[in-house]
């Protein structure tokens, strides 16, 4: 079956710092992914999408990178705030009309001020 | 524009009580979705509604667990009777329809079983 999961559980960098957060996929079919954040208590927001014919995607301060040959995604952090602390995921969809997002564990992103 | 409502946001029961969930989704999505969060995991899918059809739910233990969206709106699910491993955040997340990527999460209950 398909998987989703991330390189490192925990990431800590410095406030003002660039941050990036890996994430590994298992699934060729994967046309679609997506990040999202979650702060404590809450539930997770969405952040950036990139489809499979892309490879990059900007939005606000993040970046998203796909690389389709080893099955990598990544998410960009540039300047990072102390609000950017929270757990990040990545999902990915196995086919376009299939709305299943596959969801992989997470990685908390700590700022330190 | 309000987001998506859950209810309780916290529910403590002893094993093999009932228990139920509300969710409303965001005004005019079409698709519902109820996952389970456990804690340090991702959601996991439990059901997909579009409309009031339950399109997906082969995650769903159906032993224990039940879901409806009778009018194609608001969603309950339940779940009789509760086990120690029930417990777990469950989120209600909501889109526009099919084609839609973007899921838009409520908060959660948090539900502790003893």
């Known amino acids: 079956g398909e998987s989703v999961g991330l390189h490192l559980p925990t990431l800590s960098v410095q406030e003002g710092d660039n941050s990036i957060i890996n994430c590994a996929y298992s699934?060729?079919?994967?046309?679609?992914f997506i990040w999202y954040k979650q702060e404590s208590g809450k539930g997770p927001q969405f952040i950036i999408d990139?489809?499979?014919?892309?490879d990059k995607r900007q939005g606000q301060r993040v970046t998203v990178l796909l690389n389709k040959t080893v099955k990598h995604l990544s998410l960009q952090i540039a300047a990072t705030q102390p609000g950017d602390s929270a757990v990040y995921f990545c999902a990915d969809r196995t086919n376009f009309g299939n709305e299943k997002l596959t969801f992989g564990t997470g990685t908390r992103l700590t700022i330190i001020p | 524009e309000a987001g998506v409502v859950q209810s309780p946001r916290y529910k403590i029961i002893e094993k093999k009580q009932p228990v139920a969930f509300w969710c409303n989704p965001i005004?005019?999505?079409?698709?519902l979705y109820w996952y389970r969060q456990n804690l340090g995991q991702g959601p996991e899918l439990l059901i997909r509604?579009?409309?009031?059809?339950?399109?997906?739910d082969s995650q769903l233990p159906k032993d224990r667990f039940s879901a409806e969206r009778l009018k194609g709106v608001d969603s309950t699910l339940k779940i009789q009777p509760a086990e120690l491993g029930d417990s777990a955040v469950y989120l209600c997340?909501?889109?526009?329809?099919?084609?839609?990527?973007?899921?838009?999460f409520g908060p959660g209950t948090r539900l502790t079983v003893t």
């Open positions: 509604y579009e409309n009031e059809e339950a399109v997906d």
């Open positions: 990139i489809r499979s014919n892309m």
């Open positions: 699934n060729s079919a994967s046309d679609y």
């Open positions: 005004s005019g999505h079409n698709t």
């Open positions: 997340a909501s889109s526009l329809g099919p084609g839609s990527y973007e899921q838009y």
